[in-house]
């Protein structure tokens, strides 16, 4: 006890030492356990491992995050489920359509975090726009620095597309732009780690939105994903069924690479479209294969639309024929297959039969958009159509241009087929006008001329902006058309001392068919149809108060509509010249050549988009579906069409006796509830229709609302003269249960749907709309889906602009009144 007590600090260190030296043992013990585990899971899991690796070696190195061209926007996020590397390349590409606010302009944002700046992952990476010198800033964090940034080099055209490429390799940060080194940014050693669950801004919310249009956003994972040198030296045959035969065995690859899909990994891949129709690889559209056309050079085959049928039906006809029963064969194949193709007997298209051989030439040479089997003009995947006809010639040109003149491209030979003697004067009238109507998007967007010599009801001159440039040939040999709507965006940048020419639509004997131009010291249209300058054209002049706003994009419809021609800014008529005759306006089927600004006139300094002929009365009726539109009257400011408590109920009729305007606004309270078991199923709510048929053709959707089923998500769908099926999908589902004050409105070139004042999503492109028409129906809910869960109250119609020019209606905001 005494030895205890004189040495009691010994013991209690000693007892220490010994708790420490069992703790000891003990880890060592949990140690050597844990080690003796790992390498018996790594024995038995050996195989697995290396299964892994091969699906890691196997998985895609690139996400494509936005495919088709998009307007920037404040606060839009597009993605919260991105998966980032510490090494990777962000390519898109930039379309700059005005002058952007001073200052700096979110074009967008990947970040971890809701912060501006300051904060580790705020910025991995952030693309700002300076808007004084149109320069591109790169701000992309390191743990050492998360405001690390790279200023570009190389300023930005306004109305030209630019590739732009961010890599971080390395140590090392770089911005190019079409290729050129624009800045280089070091002293990444200590980068950020792969990360999950990273957002996509396309524009954030801390900067006014660059005026700008964005597409092929591409995010590649890995520096080892990065090409050393970009696909592009490879030249790349965009596949079209039925077009690309001659041209992949004609062209001889001496001098460089030619990549078709036949020889390729998209060879073996088969997409499911529709319903439940398959269709291989090199018969896909691009867009739906976007990760094998990306960098490369492309080239296509386009082919006239009534040869291409025939030589389908040449393909599968049998030999040993007379010619009338060749005749008779080729007309009823393509009754039989365009009937089933365009779903004229179940009111269901079936745009993918036949492995995809039907669809459209548009969908390979723009884009595909498979959700509403429409074409989407908005994309170029094909670069340098060819035409099939002058193969050759055209593609020995095409080669040259592209600075391969070792390639050489074999003439085409004449090969046998079946029912050789025909050609497409052996197609009835019925077969043209199904063939017009199936292909319509051919004739539109490529520039097919149509049997009869009409022009196409509605022709896309333009889609991408570009800037207005004195003496710009944008197209020859434009048919035209004694009544006629132009329409066009505009865009002015600054106001000139003189007078700025626009476009011109120029006959050959001079005449302008038409023509628009700003006035001196202003933004003021005038546009003529006649000779210019011969002092019996029609001048159609704005006053100054009409000016179009600096820096803002404006619709702009040019008509002439019996003798009355009329200049529209926004829907609102500037100027309006009665007793122009036909012979005066010269456009009675000529032809005339689209010039921007004109073959001499000086150009104004503004941009240009969306240039669209539309023909009026020009488009025929196909026989066996019935499209007439009923005459039209002034629609009513507006008309109140349900009052309380009405519910959804399949193939219900409310009133048929409804006139449509241009622009409007429809208001209702809507009350859902979600149906179990119904998960994926498009089940109806309500539809403004002036047709007989579910969808794909003119007036069917003037608006209609549906509900996604097994969800409480929106869907409105509104057509337009170049895509029937425009649709809008909601960014959230609705409350169950609750009644919510939901906004439909189509105003300008935008199409809105909100509930109780909140935006769910909107879509543009709106430069052809539907005409006013009477006898419209209101249907809740339509009589081809399954009906929602859901019911209506104080369903509102409201005409719109029909108040010396002034819309009737307030801006989006939740109705407290009703």
Not at 258 to 271: D, G, I, N, Y
Not at 549 to 556: F, H
Not at 777 to 797: C, T, W
Request: proline letters at 5%; hydrophobic letters at 35%; charged letters at 20%.
């Amino acid at each position: 006890a005494l030895i205890r007590r004189m040495y009691h600090q010994d013991f209690v260190m000693m007892e220490s030492l010994d708790k420490e030296h069992e703790e000891q043992r003990r880890w060592q013990r949990d140690e050597e356990e844990e080690v003796r585990a790992r390498d018996i899971d790594t024995l038995k899991g050996h195989q697995q491992e290396r299964e892994q690796v091969g699906r890691l070696q196997k998985a895609p190195q690139a996400r494509p995050l936005l495919i088709a061209e998009d307007q920037i926007e404040k606060s839009r996020l597009r993605f919260t489920d991105l998966a980032t590397t510490e090494e990777f390349e962000l390519s898109f590409h930039i379309t700059l359509r005005g002058i952007s606010n001073s200052g700096m302009n979110s074009v967008l944002r990947v970040t971890r975090t809701n912060e501006n700046f300051g904060h580790h992952f705020d910025r991995m990476p952030a693309i700002l726009l300076d808007g004084d010198s149109n320069t591109l800033q790169v701000y992309m964090g390191h743990h050492e620095n998360s405001g690390a940034s790279c200023w570009s080099s190389i300023r930005l055209a306004v109305a030209r597309t630019a590739l732009v490429h961010v890599r971080l390799a390395g140590p090392t940060l770089m911005l190019s732009i079409d290729g050129k080194e624009a800045c280089v940014k070091h002293g990444y050693y200590n980068k950020y780690k792969a990360a999950e669950g990273v957002k996509l801004w396309i524009g954030d919310r801390f900067h006014n939105a660059a005026d700008a249009i964005i597409s092929s956003v591409v995010y590649r994972f890995g520096v080892n994903s990065i090409p050393s040198s970009p696909q592009s030296a490879d030249l790349a045959l965009v596949s079209i069924p039925l077009n690309r035969g001659d041209a992949s065995e004609g062209f001889l690859a001496s001098g460089a690479k030619l990549w078709t899909a036949q020889k390729s990994p998209v060879a073996e891949e088969t997409m499911v479209l529709g319903t439940g129709y398959p269709c291989k690889g090199p018969s896909l559209p691009p867009s739906l294969v976007p990760q094998s056309y990306w960098g490369r050079k492309t080239f296509c085959v386009v082919r006239d639309p009534y040869d291409r049928m025939l030589a389908e039906f040449q393909r599968t006809s049998k030999k040993r024929q007379t010619a009338d029963e060749c005749q008779a064969a080729l007309n009823t194949f393509i009754l039989r297959t365009l009937s089933l193709v365009m779903g004229l007997d179940t009111g269901q298209s079936r745009p993918y039969v036949s492995g995809c051989r039907f669809l459209p030439q548009a969908a390979f040479v723009h884009g595909w958009l498979p959700k509403s089997e429409q074409v989407d003009q908005k994309q170029r995947w094909c670069s340098h159509p060819i035409s099939h006809e002058q193969l050759a010639a055209q593609g020995n040109v095409l080669l040259k241009s592209l600075d391969l003149p070792n390639l050489q491209l074999a003439p085409r030979q004449q090969k046998n087929t079946a029912c050789g003697m025909l050609n497409k004067q052996s197609l009835n009238k019925s077969c043209r006008t199904l063939i017009e109507e199936a292909f319509r998007e051919d004739f539109r967007l490529l520039g097919f001329d149509r049997m009869d010599g009409r022009p196409p009801a509605v022709r896309s001159l333009m889609v991408n902006t570009r800037k207005v440039e004195r003496g710009a040939l944008l197209v020859r040999g434009l048919k035209t058309a004694s009544e006629f709507e132009l329409s066009f965006e505009l865009t002015p940048i600054s106001v000139l001392g003189h007078a700025g020419g626009i476009l011109v639509l120029e006959g050959l004997g001079g005449n302008w068919m038409p023509g628009c131009l700003f006035l001196a010291g202003g933004t003021s249209l005038e546009c003529i149809v006649g000779e210019s300058g011969s002092g019996s054209e029609a001048r159609c002049v704005a006053p100054k108060e009409a000016g179009l706003p600096l820096k803002r994009p404006s619709n702009v419809r040019v008509r002439l509509f019996g003798s009355t021609f009329i200049v529209q800014v926004d829907g609102r008529t500037v100027c309006v010249v009665q007793g122009v005759s036909q012979r005066q306006s010269g456009a009675d089927g000529s032809v005339a050549d689209l010039w921007i600004s004109g073959s001499t006139r000086p150009g104004a300094d503004a941009t240009i988009a969306s240039v669209h002929y539309k023909v009026r009365h020009s488009a025929e009726i196909i026989p066996v579906v019935s499209s007439a539109v009923p005459r039209v009257t002034r629609a009513p400011t507006s008309r109140i069409l349900v009052g309380e408590g009405l519910t959804v109920k399949r193939d219900q009729r409310i009133a048929s006796d409804i006139i449509t305007a241009e622009d409007f606004e429809i208001t209702f309270d809507l009350t859902v509830w979600r149906q179990a078991n119904a998960e994926g199923l498009i089940q109806s709510i309500l539809q403004f229709t002036a047709s007989d048929t579910a969808f794909g053709h003119p007036f069917d959707r003037m608006p209609a609302l549906m509900l996604v089923g097994g969800s409480r998500t929106l869907i409105a769908y509104m057509g337009h003269a170049n895509n029937h099926n425009a649709d809008c999908s909601a960014s959230r589902q609705q409350p169950e249960g609750k009644p919510q004050r939901i906004v439909m409105r189509l105003e300008g070139t935008t199409f809105r749907l909100s509930s109780d004042g909140k935006e769910l999503c909107q879509i543009g492109g709106y430069t052809t709309k539907y005409t006013p028409v009477s006898d419209v129906k209101l249907m809740i809910s339509d009589r081809f889906s399954e009906p929602a869960i859901a019911k209506v109250d104080n369903l509102v119609y409201r005409a719109g602009g029909q108040r010396g020019g002034a819309d009737i209606w307030s801006p989006l905001a939740p109705d407290n009144n009703n």
